[in-house]
């Protein structure tokens, strides 16, 4: 032991912790041993040695304190200590060129101000996050909803393409990349498992998420699965300056990166280079659909930031959808949790880019008559009819859509489309507002398809995101009416865990599987306040307006309060509320009127009553802006008023566009107004860009 540094000896028991518990992992958990016993006996020792010549060192997480293995049903969560976000899309030439200028606009450069981009293809696989600590392989997970991931380090760790140790890296380093097949492994994996009898992927992509997603690691080990870094996460020291410098680091540390990345000096730069991929698309040997643009310089990206999922220094520009061409059989109605019939084309199954399409959407009745949102012919004006030969296409993940129909394969006898103006389901009137595309079931509350749609989105992944209460549970919840509204769900144990109906004697259910149930309804009695607010399934409120209604009022208390106090279109209520960024006239009514509508509101009240709802917690509690409402008046010297706004927000406050009481801070450039005339005369605080940037730390 007397060679070792102290250096040396931390890394080798970092080392030997994380080898002993992937071992551990193998043996207990997966029942697949990955060393022999006489290494992991070898392997002990040496951790005993190196903890006796070094007590200090001790890990937390010693090897030598540890007895059992690790017993794990499905993943544990990782908590992402950078969100994991997704990509913009841009689908023409146009798009790319607003990008750009988007962002000239956001930093306040010029159209000749010079900016490079870097242009790379977009692998069509699933993201991971390496989490790499003293450059050892700490831990790896999925992407699940950006913030909480899937923890599935032991099935990275089979990867050829991940090293488990790199050396010269930052003390903490996240590097994050796609896992992918390649077409020749895949196709090879479809044949050995056709042989087996066992079943086989429609794509490489569902290969590769099926592959990395298995619980026992040696299945992961067996698919030959391929990963190409291409940004990372948290990171204790800077990679590089710029985004191509820092993919070239990546590489020398031992990671498979991508060899068609380029730099490029502006959009027609760009738009060559996806042509340049799109044509050798066929022949890479891997999927891609797209090519993805980033801001080269890692200074301009950091004053770039995100969107609430998006970066605003990136953006996917997607290849053009494939096509195919099949028969509609029948148009079916659904109708979803905000009453909207929405028509869905049942479909003659086709393969439309690897994947079997027998449903498409239909949006809403004018579309089926060949009129677009703007009231003008789309397809030329041709409706679409049962029995017709439609096109199909399919654009990224979303959801397969119509592009045209042929008029000369129309069946004679083919009729059109009468659209309902019943719910299918209850009956109810079903109608259109003015201005609306959309024909809405009026049976509310009362319409089954109605309420089963809530209770879904009420429990799906970014909403209450229950273990074991998906979908086709609540359905069957609903259809037996033990659950009709989301308070129903809390109160299940009480009245199904014991007495005469007990769910542990249901088809399907056994006393484990029920007591589960009820232990993961319990967990979920405390939520963040911006999950309940989504979760209530108010029409034009999604994950962001209600991250924004959170941050906004911070507390359930004060966030109901509001909306109860609130008046459509007058008042100081509607005023604050309207004044959030982002929230517009038509989500700020449809909240209100959600909140003050008698049924509905005794609703949520019962829910509510049934939870601990947590604050909102500010973006960065320790900034000094943290909480604070700040006002931008006059002209800002140092950066764009959009840019000072998102910086602001990053901190936790909140930007208004008006002074008043609630004022804390006026930043005031030249040229400041009645504003300042105002924040004077209420005692505001006012500074001028200077002292704002040294308040912030920014000076
Ligand atoms: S950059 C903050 N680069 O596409 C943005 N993403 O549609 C980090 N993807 O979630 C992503 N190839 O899974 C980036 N060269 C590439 C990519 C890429 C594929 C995936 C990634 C992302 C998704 C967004």
Redesign the pocket.
Known sequence: MGDLSPDQAAAELAWLAARLQAANVAYHRDDAPDISDATYDALKQRNLAIEAAFPALKRSDSPSEQVGGTVAEGFGKVQHVVR????G?AFSDADVRDFDLRIRKYLGLGQDAGLIYTA????????LSLRYEGGILMQAAT?GDGAVGENVTANARTIADIPHVIADAPEILEV???VYMSHADFAALNRRQTDAGGKTFANPRNAAAGSLRQLDATITQARPLRF?A??WGDLSAPLADTQFAAIARLATLGFAT?DL?VRCDGPADMIAHYHRIEEQRATLGYD??GV?Y?VNDLDLQQRLG?RST??RW?I?HKFPAELAWTRLEAIDIQVGRTGALSPVARLTPVTVGGVVVSNATLHNEDYIAGLGGDGQPIRGGRDVRVGDWVQVYRA?DVIPKIKDVNLARRPADAVPFVFPDVCPDCGSAAIREDGDAVRRCTGGLICPAQAVERLKHFVSRAAFDIEGLGAKQVEQFYADGWITTPADIFTLRDRFATGLQQLKNREGWGEKSAQNLFDAIDEKRQIPLHRLIFSLGIRHVGEAGAALFANHYGSWRAFQEAMTAAKVGEGAAWDDLTGIDGVGAVMATSVITAMQQEAERASIDRLVAQLQVHDAVPVARDSPVAGKTIVFTGTLEKMTRAEAKARAESLGAKVSGSVSAKTDILVAGPGAGSKAKKAAELGVATMDEDAWLALIGAG
Request: hydrophobic share 40%.
């Open positions: 994991m976000l997704s990509l899309n790379e293809p977009k692998i069509d696989g699933l993201s992407r994050r990349g796609e190409f291409y940004a991508n990345m891609i659909d993805v980033k995100f998006t970066p990136a996917a990224g």
